[in-house]
């Protein structure tokens, strides 16, 4: 099965697929994995893109859920504290500059920062799925193109 994965075109863009939904590694990750597994990088900026996506509806939808469901059980109590508190961090730039603040916490692509947060920033301050969805797609986009830039385009234009 492993071998699927990494020698063929479907696994290696399943692989890069599903990177890209991971927490923390998101599209940052998922987009130089893609192509070092042989990706063509457009095609890895493409999918990771598009993996990055897909839990964000999900976050926005259910978090709130979740983290009251979470806040039941002593274990389980402190770390939705935890989640609230990263999401209570950006408060301040949301508040202000609303959802131009929401696409900038997306589009660095610094730890801390992406559509996994930005998506827990626009379910915990309210902000609608309409609004946030486009919002945070925009900020994927952008974070990707700097990834790809940074990592790629010194060698796509040599």
């Known amino acids: 099965m492993f071998s699927w994965l990494f020698n063929t075109l479907a696994g290696k863009i399943l692989c890069t697929f599903a990177v890209s939904m991971v927490p923390v590694i998101e599209l940052r990750g998922a987009l130089p994995i893609g192509v070092g ?3 063509d990088p457009l095609l890895s900026l493409i ?3 598009i993996g990055n996506m897909v839990p964000v509806p999900f976050i926005i939808l ?3 859920k979740i983290l009251d469901w979470m806040k039941r059980f002593p274990g389980f109590a402190r770390i939705a504290a935890k989640i ?3 999401a209570l961090k950006h408060e301040g730039k949301i508040r202000k500059y609303e959802t131009i603040g929401l696409f900038i916490l ?3 692509p610094l730890p801390g920062t992406g559509a996994w947060t930005g998506s ?3 379910a915990l301050f ?3 799925l309409k609004t946030a969805v486009p919002v945070i797609l925009a900020g994927v986009i952008t974070a990707g193109l700097i990834v790809f830039f940074i990592t790629y385009g010194v ?3 040599v």
């Open 37 to 39: 597994m042989g990706l």
């Open 47 to 49: 999918v990771s893109i």
């Open 62 to 64: 259910f978090i709130r």
């Open 84 to 86: 609230e508190n990263k």
């Open 106 to 108: 997306v589009a660095i």
């Open 120 to 122: 827990l920033v626009a």
């Open 126 to 128: 309210d902000i609608r």
């Open 155 to 157: 060698t796509l234009i």
